[in-house]
DNA sequence: TAGAACACGTGATAC
DNA sequence: TGTATCACGTGTTCT
């Protein structure tokens, strides 16, 4: 986890930083050879300079090192801090998540089956959303936890009148979020009148009607903040 | 389709192909300098045999090159075969599973809400026509023509950045309202990314996310206003 | 000390 | 013509 760039910092990381600026213009004004810049006066076989080869090829050198290290940061499980790792580990989660796509998909489709096919007459429909709920994606066998912290872009609590307070929560749109937002409200056990999310580009926007008083407006925006933050603390006391 | 392999054959697997086995054992044979495999007689500041490191480099690059190919063969969509655009391709292959997966589970989690009855919050069966599968909410667009006006209370229409129009409108709730919003907005043919729709306490409360610029804001305002109004008026021109 | 991983410069080659 | 990309051998650094 926390040596996650620890040894990467040494032979990796600051062999690329020592590559650029400085590093370039030491190389650039001693071009290998000893003439600065324009056409080669020799004239030799190789007819265009050495030096334009050199740093091209530290362009390519660079821009594919660029992509390594982007391809690293989309994907979250990080076994070793290796080129080839890097790369193994990419296929690995396109597999998985090919994979995670197909149950998920026949998840739907099984639901919506069982939506449609079914009538409400019995109260045997509790079952299913049970299984669902359990089969959450947060199962990697491996270390790294999947769902994003749930990030607080904006929170508003106000008091509207009739015994009202509105609750309007915009935070960034990652992975289970909502879920998790859903869950934090779940656990506040608030007397919610209505609620709904909203989510676009990006954004996720939670907005709460909560049957209130307006002097629990303040006490009721830091059992929010308290319990986001606690699910957004690995060991939280409170957990679920 | 068939070009896959066309110009890649050329500078990348013959190459490849020409390093394998007897190209391995050429460079073994002759290992780079003369001696053969033991202890070097010579002893100078480099101790260690340089044939170990080429062969070692040269099993490292293989690996490294093998990795690649898979990663090649994992990702559908290749623009070009360079190494560093086949690791640019996987990434927003990547990130576009991201999103899938997203929406997908954005599904899920639409369709377990509307069955389970104790879950956390309301009933949000309300949907926009949203590409994603199927319609829903698809209910009789006309019948009886007695229906309360629409009474604006509050209508905001503003950017937000991203090509995003957030239109905010608040009403009178009262019969067939919800229904008549819903058909003044899908009757604008306007680019909807997100929409929906809260009751509470007398008012009712529709949000919608726009795809437009900036400069048509007061334009889209107008539109709204003109369409609600029309829609009140019995003899309207535009009617339905 | 042996070994693994890396960046570098260089010649070759395809377009 | 030049300009990409590539594999290769080499020296260096970290474990």
Redesign the interface.
């Given at each position: 986890m926390e040596d996650l760039g620890d040894e990467y910092k040494h032979y990796w990381e600051t062999n690329i930083f020592l590559q650029t600026e400085e590093f370039d213009r030491w190389a650039l004004d001693e071009p290998i050879s000893g003439y600065s810049d324009s056409s080669s006066p020799d004239g030799a076989k190789s007819s265009w300079p050495a030096s334009k080869n050199i740093v091209s090829e530290r362009n390519?050198r660079k821009?594919?090192n660029d992509?390594?290290l982007?391809?690293r940061a989309?994907?979250p499980k990080i076994s070793k801090m290796d080129?080839?790792s890097i790369?193994?580990d990419?296929?690995d989660?396109?597999?998985e998540?090919?994979e995670?796509?197909r149950r998920?998909?026949a998840?739907?489709w099984e639901?919506?089956s069982g939506?449609s096919k079914k009538s409400m007459d019995f109260e045997l429909?509790?079952e299913?959303?049970m299984r669902?709920?359990k089969k959450r994606m947060d199962d990697n066998e491996n270390g790294c936890r999947r769902t994003s912290p749930i990030e607080i872009l904006e929170l508003r609590v106000s008091y509207m009148g009739?015994r009202?307070v509105v609750v309007s929560l915009a935070c960034r749109?990652r992975?289970?979020t909502?879920?998790q937002l859903?869950?934090v409200?779940?656990s506040l056990k608030l007397k919610?009148?209505?609620?709904?999310i909203?989510?676009?580009?990006g954004r996720l926007l939670k907005?709460?009607?909560v049957e209130a008083d307006e002097e629990d407006k303040d006490d009721l925006r830091k059992k929010i903040e308290t319990a986001i933050a606690a699910r957004n603390d690995p060991e939280s006391p409170i957990s679920i």
């Open positions: 390519r821009k594919l992509r390594l982007a391809l989309t994907v080129k080839a790369i193994k990419a296929i989660y396109i597999q998540l090919h995670q796509e998920i998909q998840e739907i639901l919506e939506k429909d509790e299913m959303p669902l709920k009739e009202t749109k992975t289970d909502m879920v859903c869950e409200f779940e919610i009148i209505t609620a709904n909203t989510a676009f580009s907005t709460v009607f």
